[in-house]
């Protein structure tokens, strides 16, 4: 079968492999979408922190399911896609049932190899069943349960303010899942067509552009000097976590999500008299994953809205560097195999 490895940072390849032999307890995919994420573009840009090369990347996927492992209510021949998260099920977060940030946790894709290839065993217990939605829908069930996770971490409530930094595909995700939720959402970010896209494509109720806005000025304008009572960053951006301890409101709950090498900076009073709370919020459960997948067949996401760029299997190697610039206009690439 067919693979492409990222070598070393800006450097894929293609190899040939032998197809993989399915052991006891896995299931095997026949992988039909690989949807492009954050996590994939900063592997390949060198700045993912979890990270050792050679890897396949990959892990927003969807296929055909080819062996079941015995997975109950699975069938040959099924579409589904998976949690791609693989947990121990004995560390305290697995009996806290927390599997998502497991002590022993491989992400597929980013500490093991992961789904750009043919034929994908993973593990019969991580399968989801497709419940009659697209490759294509499956393939972003995944990054969009990112969201619905960070949404339930910070246990929003309808009529909230909900900060979200950052309007990449994560961040786009959580916008998602507090206006389901019935949050006041108010979008930041530096890219304005992202904003456009978030007002015209998401029905996102406010949307700030810092690169020509005062922040401090706007969010006020618009909590009505309250501020956020939910502050969510969805950057990765150093610069960015560090700013958006200065837009809590009083009690106020702080979730990260973007991820980074360096370390957080506060003012402690600051902090301190807001009594407010710091939180990160990892992956995603089954919980999550079928938040999703309701939201999806109820109509209430839309995922057409996400795919921007779709390339087939064989010109990725063309395509993949393209996707770290921002005047791409790229928000979800899908490879189709």
Same mark, same amino acid.
């Given at each position: 079968?067919?693979?492409?490895?990222?070598?070393?940072? *800006?450097?894929?390849?293609?190899?040939?492999?032998? @197809?993989?032999?399915?052991? +006891? *307890?896995?299931?095997?995919?026949?992988?039909?979408?690989?949807? %492009?994420?954050?996590?994939? $573009?900063?592997?390949?840009?060198?700045?993912?922190?979890?990270?050792?090369?050679?890897?396949?990347?990959?892990?927003?996927?969807?296929?055909?399911?080819? +062996?079941? #492992?015995?997975?109950? #209510?699975?069938?040959?021949?099924?579409?589904?896609?998976?949690?791609?998260?693989?947990?121990?099920?004995?560390?305290?977060?697995?009996?806290?049932?927390?599997?998502?940030?497991?002590?022993?946790?491989?992400?597929? /894709?980013?500490?093991?190899?992961?789904?750009?290839?043919?034929?994908?065993?993973?593990?019969?217990?991580?399968?989801?069943?497709?419940?009659?939605?697209?490759?294509?829908?499956?393939?972003?069930?995944?990054?969009?349960?990112?969201?619905?996770?960070?949404? @339930?971490?910070?246990?929003?409530?309808?009529?909230?303010?909900?900060?979200?930094? /950052?309007?990449?595909?994560? *961040?786009? #995700?959580?916008?998602?899942?507090?206006?389901?939720?019935?949050?006041?959402? %108010?979008?930041?970010?530096?890219?304005?067509? &992202?904003?456009?896209?978030?007002?015209?494509?998401?029905?996102?109720?406010?949307? !700030?552009?810092?690169?020509?806005?005062?922040?401090?000025?706007?969010?006020?304008?618009?909590?009505?000097?309250?501020?956020?009572?939910?502050? !969510?960053?969805?950057?990765?951006?150093?610069?960015?976590?560090?700013?958006?301890? @200065?837009? $809590?409101?009083? /009690?106020?709950?702080?979730?990260?999500?973007?991820?980074?090498?360096?370390?957080?900076?506060? =003012?402690?009073?600051?902090?301190?008299? &807001? +009594?407010?709370?710091?939180?990160?919020?990892?992956?995603?459960?089954? +919980?999550?994953?079928?938040?999703?997948? =309701?939201?999806?067949?109820?109509?209430?996401?839309?995922?057409?809205?996400? %795919?921007?760029? &779709?390339?087939?299997?064989? &010109?990725?190697?063309?395509?993949?560097?393209?996707? $770290?610039?921002?005047?791409? #206009?790229?928000?979800?690439?899908?490879?189709?195999?």
């Amino acid at each position: 079968m067919q693979v492409i490895i990222c070598q070393e940072p *800006g450097v894929l390849a293609f190899k040939e492999q032998e @197809r993989p032999e399915v052991k +006891e *307890g896995y299931a095997q995919i026949r992988i039909k979408r690989i949807g %492009i994420c954050g996590t994939d $573009l900063h592997a390949f840009d060198g700045t993912q922190p979890y990270f050792n090369y050679p890897r396949i990347l990959g892990h927003e996927l969807s296929g055909e399911l080819l +062996e079941t #492992g015995g997975a109950q #209510g699975f069938k040959k021949g099924d579409v589904v896609t998976f949690i791609p998260y693989f947990n121990c099920g004995v560390c305290i977060a697995c009996r806290s049932e927390k599997p998502n940030c497991c002590t022993e946790i491989k992400v597929c /894709g980013v500490h093991i190899d992961g789904g750009m290839v043919e034929y994908l065993n993973v593990p019969a217990y991580s399968l989801v069943q497709g419940e009659g939605l697209t490759y294509d829908e499956l393939a972003l069930v995944e990054p969009l349960a990112i969201g619905a996770h960070s949404i @339930r971490r910070a246990d929003v409530k309808a009529g909230e303010f909900v900060l979200v930094i /950052g309007a990449g595909p994560i *961040g786009l #995700g959580i916008m998602e899942f507090a206006r389901i939720a019935g949050a006041k959402v %108010i979008a930041m970010d530096i890219n304005a067509s &992202r904003l456009k896209f978030c007002s015209n494509r998401l029905n996102i109720d406010y949307t !700030i552009d810092v690169s020509t806005e005062n922040v401090l000025e706007r969010l006020s304008m618009i909590t009505q000097r309250d501020m956020p009572s939910v502050v !969510i960053d969805a950057t990765g951006n150093l610069k960015a976590i560090n700013e958006g301890f @200065r837009y $809590l409101a009083h /009690g106020a709950r702080y979730i990260l999500v973007g991820l980074q090498k360096g370390d957080i900076s506060l =003012s402690h009073p600051e902090f301190h008299k &807001r +009594e407010a709370t710091l939180m990160s919020s990892r992956n995603a459960t089954r +919980e999550d994953f079928q938040h999703v997948i =309701s939201s999806m067949k109820k109509g209430l996401v839309q995922p057409a809205n996400y %795919i921007t760029h &779709r390339v087939p299997f064989k &010109r990725v190697k063309d395509e993949f560097e393209k996707w $770290l610039d921002p005047t791409s #206009g790229v928000i979800k690439a899908m490879i189709e195999i």
